[in-house]
């Protein structure tokens, strides 16, 4: 059945039976209830397009990533973040644009999507501390969401992040706690907004602690499975090596773990590991019990919120924009133990 049929047996206009089956507040409570009803009653589902002609929306959502960092496109936590944001879009009825664009063509990207209509909506990834996109969205008037923050930006706008900087405040402290005192910060790239709220939150730990910051243990790097190998076999052949790492990712914590059992270590009893542990699918810490203590944050329910908040803001362009910052939670796995004396295995 087509909307001309459905309206016909509704005896309404086809514009009132589109205009109640997309919760225009001029249709009233009984004629939407009527509408819907009889839309279920018939497996009526209305075509994207139809319902952008009623609407005056695209009716899809952009999400646009610049060439120049495609480490976003494998990153499985970006692939993760897309699966839980789609799902909300489709059970929305929106569709999802990906462009993949010159980094130098990243700005002019998002004027052309406004110029030609062609999303109600973008994502910005990857947001820097100095990031100029939202300034710019908001100069364009292109509705948008920040996965993440953008700290030198100070005027409203929705976001989803995770709170960066007491997670890795309580994994430093649980290893201070631990009796560690040379703990490695493993951390992504630094001109990121969430890596320096990491870098903060290791760092408050340690002053809250009377422990000196050393900068010799403070790396920062794309969180690669071998840049945390080629991490922590340089620190650890050094001469004070340090008793625990805490990586920013978990994948940088496998790098890690190779390089504790090539020098004949034991993780967890030698040496100690804390990560961030995005809870994906297909790269699980473990089972019951967790093989990396980690702080640990679900990525695909952030993306499904986030793209909520996104098509909240597009209908409702007048409320105030959703800022949701979500704690992390802290599990205890096989990775981390009492820091071990010296002699014990010969550091």
């Known amino acids: ?63 646009v990533i610049p060439m120049s960092d495609q480490h976003d496109m494998v990153n499985p936590v970006f692939g993760d973040f897309i699966a839980g944001a789609g799902e909300t879009y489709a059970q929305n009825g929106y569709e999802m644009i990906l462009s993949i664009v010159d980094k130098t063509n990243e700005h002019e990207t998002y004027r052309r999507l406004k110029q030609r209509r062609a999303v109600d909506g973008v994502i910005v990834h990857g947001p820097r501390f100095d990031d100029a996109r939202p300034a710019l969205l908001t100069d364009i008037g292109l509705p948008f969401a920040v996965h993440g923050r953008v700290s030198r930006y100070d005027r409203p706008y929705t976001y989803l992040d995770v ?42 730990a340690l002053h809250a602690h009377g422990i000196g910051i050393d900068p010799a243990l403070m790396h920062t790097a794309e969180m690669t499975e ?14 004070m090596p340090p008793t625990a790492f805490l990586c920013a990712s978990l994948i940088t914590a496998l790098g890690v773990r190779r390089a504790i059992e090539e020098r004949g270590l034991v993780m967890g009893k030698d040496v100690s590991v804390v990560t961030h542990d995005d809870m994906l699918p297909y790269l699980q810490n473990g089972g019951d019990t967790p093989i990396f203590t980690a702080v640990r944050s679900c990525v695909r329910s952030a993306g499904r919120q986030l793209a909520q908040s996104l098509l909240h803001a597009i209908k409702h362009p007048n409320s105030a924009p959703q800022q949701t910052i979500l704690d992390c939670a802290f599990v205890v796995g096989h990775s981390t133990g009492p820091a071990p004396r010296k002699d014990e295995h010969g550091l």
């Open 163 to 204: 709170n960066n900087h007491d997670a890795f405040a309580q994994a430093t402290g649980y290893l201070v706690a631990l009796g560690h005192r040379r703990i490695a910060l493993l951390n992504g790239l630094e001109v990121m907004d969430f890596a320096q709220r990491r870098r903060k939150g290791y760092e408050a």
């Open 1 to 63: 059945m087509n909307l001309k049929q459905l309206s016909a047996t509704l005896g309404l206009s086809q514009t009132t039976v589109s205009r109640a089956l997309n919760g225009y507040p001029e249709v009233s409570k009984a004629t939407r209830h009527r509408v819907e009803a009889a839309a279920r009653k018939y497996n009526y589902h209305p075509s994207s397009r139809a319902r952008g002609l009623a609407t005056g929306r695209a009716l899809a959502i952009g999400h």
């Open 226 to 239: 071998t840049n945390g190998y080629n991490c922590a076999r340089h620190l650890l052949g050094a001469k």
